[in-house]
């Protein structure tokens, strides 16, 4: 979408479908990976002395083991729910901001590399708000074989009563406050996501609307890596926080974010901020990748099918006449994320 140019309707739904669409393509691809990521932030290292594939398989092996294939999709299906709704959110607040900030363009019909972070951290936060619920509930069904003595959850509806009646709606809730702080994780990669796909148009003389899966693949890759190296420890605290509901050992109860920071770093050092860091690298990249080609390629396909604006033509970055509407190329979110890639 250029700078200036309207939303509609079409292109609010355009943009949900897409996401949702792609979202959920990488969040079934992937589960297995995420359900051993939340593990390792929520419970630390699992005992591989004697295991030569590393935690990774381990892992693998374990869950198989003690749960069958489908504890490799715990918390698939509250994933999937939350995807439509968070897509949904992300986007049409997404599409507002970027109205309210179109006078900061770059004078090419994109948005400055400021101006992009706050609509992708404006409508992260909006996301965010919304969704927790779904997200402390896909938290708990991926780590409820791991607990003994407690009763699990049969299904999402019955995690959400049952976190209501034992701990309030402020269970909902838990992990909120490091999920606000991980807006920061979209406020980078969007951004980069951005400039990265502007650099391959410019240099490949074509417009960010026409580059080939494999420069998305690459722009997407690249933009997504950066993000999570400097901002994954939100997601070991936010992680912990919501899982510790079912915490029935007082030496592992966290007052809140400040305790939960100070008690990983007393007991684990630095490096018990990036627990699973490896695992989530393998889990969101090839993700990322998934979600924003799949997002660019449905968008694309969609508009072209039925344009939201009609035939008439506008003018894109080379200073040619093309179709109405450009793909918009600020329109691809990352996860909670943390959450949802």
């Not at 708000?129 to 896909?138: A, C, D, E, H, S």
Request: hydrophobic content about 35%.
């Amino acid at each position: 979408m250029t700078v200036g140019e309207p939303r509609n309707g079409k292109d609010i739904i355009y943009d949900a479908v897409s996401g949702a669409s792609a979202g959920a393509i990488a969040a079934t691809i992937m589960s297995p990976l995420d359900v051993i990521k939340t593990r390792l932030q929520v419970y630390g290292l699992p005992d591989v002395s004697r295991n030569k594939g590393g935690v990774i398989v381990s892992s693998l092996q374990t869950i198989i083991r003690n749960e069958g294939l489908r504890g490799l999709y715990r918390g698939l299906s509250p994933t999937l729910a939350a995807l439509l709704p968070n897509w949904a959110v992300y986007f049409a607040v997404y599409g507002q901001l970027k109205e309210l900030l179109d006078s900061h363009g770059d004078g090419h019909g994109h948005l400055t590399f400021g101006a992009n972070m706050v609509a992708a951290s404006g409508a992260g936060a909006a996301t965010a708000i919304t969704t927790n619920p779904l997200w402390v509930v896909k938290t708990r069904l991926q780590t409820q074989g791991m607990r003994v003595g407690v009763v699990p959850y049969t299904s999402i509806s019955s995690a959400l009563r049952r976190i209501v009646h034992e701990e309030g709606f402020k269970g909902l809730y838990s992990g909120l406050l490091p999920s606000l702080a991980g807006i920061s994780h979209v406020a980078i990669q969007f951004p980069a996501y951005e400039k990265i796909k502007l650099y391959l148009a410019e240099r490949d003389h074509t417009t960010t609307s026409g580059l080939s899966p494999g420069k998305l693949a690459i722009a997407s890759s690249m933009s997504k890596i950066l993000a999570s190296l400097l901002t994954y420890p939100h997601e070991v605290i936010r992680s912990r926080l919501q899982e510790q509901g079912h915490m029935r050992n007082p030496e592992t109860h966290y007052a809140g974010v400040v305790d939960c920071v100070k008690k990983v770093f007393q007991k684990e050092g630095v490096t018990g901020f990036y627990r699973g860091c490896g695992t989530n690298l393998l889990r969101t990249t090839p993700s990322a990748v998934i979600t924003f080609t799949s997002y660019e390629m449905i968008n694309r396909f969609l508009q072209h099918v039925l344009p939201p604006h009609g035939n008439t033509p506008s003018k894109p970055d080379d200073g040619q006449t093309k179709p109405n509407r450009e793909v918009k190329s600020n329109d691809v979110n990352d996860l909670r994320t943390s959450k949802m890639i």
